[in-house]
């Protein structure tokens, strides 16, 4: 299985990005798919996540009102709308993707960089 993001770059504060992420290699559906981001000398942080269910997404406090995270089943694909975006935003930010059957297996991307300047 293989994570790819793609959507990062950058942007200036109050902007909006899109950041995609596709499972490649998986013949099943994962159960929770979402994002995570860490920024320089900083410990990885959970952005956002959603069930396989569809039910109510968790997002990190510090991102809830601006950030949106949503997939597509059929696709295995996972994306996160980010709006009015702060400088503190900027970060290295990475998809995840959990499946559980008997043992718990864990994905994650190669991570996409996302830059907010003043």
């Known amino acids: 299985v293989q994570l790819v993001e793609s959507g990062g770059g950058l942007v200036q504060a109050g902007g909006s990005l899109r950041l995609s992420c596709v499972a490649f290699?998986?013949?099943?559906?994962?159960?929770?798919m979402g994002w995570y981001r860490q920024a320089p000398g900083e410990q990885r942080e959970l952005v956002a996540t959603?069930?396989?269910?569809?039910?109510?997404?968790k997002y990190a406090d510090s991102v809830k009102g601006r950030f949106t995270v949503s997939r597509e089943n059929v696709r295995n694909t996972v994306y996160l709308q980010m709006s009015s975006l702060k400088l503190e935003d900027t970060a290295v930010y990475y998809c995840?993707?959990?499946?559980?059957?008997?043992?718990?297996?864990?994905?994650w991307g190669q991570g996409t960089q996302v830059t907010v300047s003043s």
């Open positions: 290699g998986s013949t099943f559906t994962f159960n929770t």
């Open positions: 995840m993707a959990e499946r559980t059957v008997a043992v718990r297996s864990i994905y």
């Open positions: 959603i069930t396989l269910g569809g039910g109510t997404p």
